[in-house]
Structure formats: C-alpha cells, structure tokens
C-alpha cells in the first residue's frame, strides 16, 4: 500500500539539499541509489527495505543505479514525518555543541561520536562507512550546512 506523499516544507528540503550534496561526492547531481539507505540511517529515519526498494526503482526506471535531487526527495518524502523538525533541531545543536569555535565545521571524530549518540545500533564498520562517504575529501572534517556557519 502506497503512502500518500508527504509535503517537504522548507527546512525539511534545505536538510535534503545539505544531505544530498554531502554524499554527491563528484557534485554530478546525482547519487547511486545505495546511498539512500545511509542518508536515511543517517537523517535518523526508520524504513522497510521492500518499500525503499520498491520506491528506488520506481524512480529509477532507467536502471542507472543513480537518482537526481528530485527523485531523491519523492523517495525520501514518504520516510519523513513530523519528527524530522526535532532530529534537525538536535542534530544542529549537537553540532553547535562540538563546534565551541564556531568556525562551521567539525572533525569527523566529532561527528562519529553524534551519531552513535542518535542511534546506538550502528556497528564501527557502519560508522566508519557513514563517514568515508561524508568527508569525501578526506579533510577529515566535515560541515553542517555546506556554508560558514549554522543557520
């Protein structure tokens, strides 16, 4: 049974945006579709793999292995509710919480240490993979918001 779409506000979309330029490592536009599943862990989402499955193909009739912003943010919008204003509230304060500088970024021990605060299910290898794909320069920091500082 499909789910009736959700409608993204503004916030919600600028979460997106952030979410999937950080795993748009050759800022093509695009994603492999794998990717998905890990903004979704990450974003703090529950999902049922058939239905994400299903959704991913459906968005990606070509077979490419890859979505566009757009498509990302139909697959995405059916996984979003009403918590999702608190988890970004959360996550911006535990940024704000690690960045004492204010400088816009922190390192990505930093940003291990907020996830497996937001669930503690993740296994290191799961971690160590959220973050490769993160900081996907290698800096071995990794910003917010994809600006100076916290909006």
């Given at each position: 049974?499909?789910?009736a779409e959700t409608?993204?506000?503004?916030?919600?979309?600028?979460?997106?945006?952030?979410?999937?330029?950080?795993?748009?490592?050759?800022?093509?536009?695009?994603?492999?579709?794998?990717?998905?599943?890990?903004?979704?862990?990450?974003?703090?989402h529950t999902f049922?793999?058939?239905?994400?499955?299903?959704?991913?193909?459906?968005?990606?009739?070509?077979?490419?292995?890859?979505?566009?912003?757009?498509?990302?943010?139909?697959?995405?919008?059916?996984?979003?509710d009403e918590d999702?204003?608190?988890?970004?509230?959360?996550?911006?304060?535990?940024?704000?919480?690690?960045?004492?500088?204010?400088?816009?970024?922190?390192?990505?021990?930093?940003?291990?240490?907020?996830?497996?605060?937001?669930?503690?299910?993740?296994?290191?290898?799961?971690?160590?993979?959220?973050?490769?794909?993160?900081?996907?320069?290698?800096?071995?920091?990794?910003?917010?918001?994809?600006?100076?500082?916290?909006?």
């Amino acid at each position: 049974m499909q789910k009736a779409e959700t409608v993204i506000d503004e916030e919600q979309m600028n979460m997106l945006r952030r979410a999937f330029s950080m795993f748009d490592s050759g800022k093509q536009g695009q994603i492999e579709k794998e990717k998905v599943r890990t903004i979704l862990n990450t974003l703090g989402h529950t999902f049922d793999d058939l239905e994400l499955e299903a959704l991913l193909e459906e968005q990606d009739k070509e077979g490419i292995g890859k979505l566009n912003f757009d498509s990302f943010c139909r697959v995405a919008s059916h996984f979003l509710d009403e918590d999702d204003e608190v988890m970004q509230k959360e996550l911006k304060e535990a940024f704000r919480l690690y960045d004492k500088e204010g400088h816009g970024y922190i390192p990505t021990s930093s940003l291990r240490e907020i996830l497996a605060a937001l669930d503690d299910q993740l296994t290191p290898d799961q971690l160590d993979e959220m973050i490769a794909e993160i900081d996907t320069d290698g800096s071995g920091t990794v910003d917010f918001d994809g600006e100076t500082g916290i909006s």
